[in-house]
């Protein structure tokens, strides 16, 4: 719980600040929140550390509560925070990672028409990149 408050807090100083960062989905119908998704800078994380070489680009994240998998949300929210990376922060590519047998949430990324990067071992396990850019998120159905 205490690390939950931490990330919590933490989030909110860097919304503020105007800085990248995590925000719950709430469903739309009912404000229910469902999860949390939003963009970190790859060097910037207190809770996994990266060694990646792309340490001052931004990747995506998310989280579903799992009695909402299955439903599309991640999908949407990830678009979101796509749409966030390019309009509001002006990157022109933004990353997302996941352990290689993270089939969900590398489907997730496929969804949003993230292409497959690079892949490297990080403390034994095998992590996947992907990444999209500003012109093809742009020809894509998750540009809004
Ligand atoms: C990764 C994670 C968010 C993916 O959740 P998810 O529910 O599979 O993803 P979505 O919310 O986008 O839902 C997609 C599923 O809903 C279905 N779906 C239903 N309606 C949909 C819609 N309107 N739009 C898109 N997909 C829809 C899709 O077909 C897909 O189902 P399938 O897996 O049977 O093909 C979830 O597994 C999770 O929270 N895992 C733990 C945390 C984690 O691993 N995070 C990523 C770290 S890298």
Not at 24 to 31: C, L, N, Q, S, T
Not at 54 to 63: F, K, N, P, R, V
Not at 94 to 105: G, I, K, P, V
Request: a neutral charge; charged letters at 25%.
């Amino acid at each position: 719980m205490r690390q939950v408050r931490t990330f919590v807090a933490w989030q909110v100083t860097r919304a503020a600040a105007g800085r990248p960062h995590f925000r719950v989905i709430e469903r739309r119908e009912d404000g229910l929140p469902v999860g949390h998704c939003g963009l970190k800078r790859v060097d910037d994380w207190p809770f996994a550390q990266s060694t990646l070489e792309s340490e001052s680009e931004l990747e995506i994240g998310y989280m579903l509560d799992p009695d909402w998998w299955g439903h599309g949300y991640a999908t949407e929210a990830a678009g979101s925070a796509l749409a966030d990376g390019f309009k509001n922060f002006g990157r022109e590519r933004l990353l997302a990672r996941a352990n290689a047998e993270n089939t969900a949430s590398i489907a997730v990324m496929l969804r949003c028409g993230m292409t497959f990067e690079a892949e490297q071992l990080e403390d034994g396990k095998r992590l996947v990149q992907y990444q999209i850019t500003r012109r093809p998120w742009q020809a894509g159905s998750a540009a809004p």
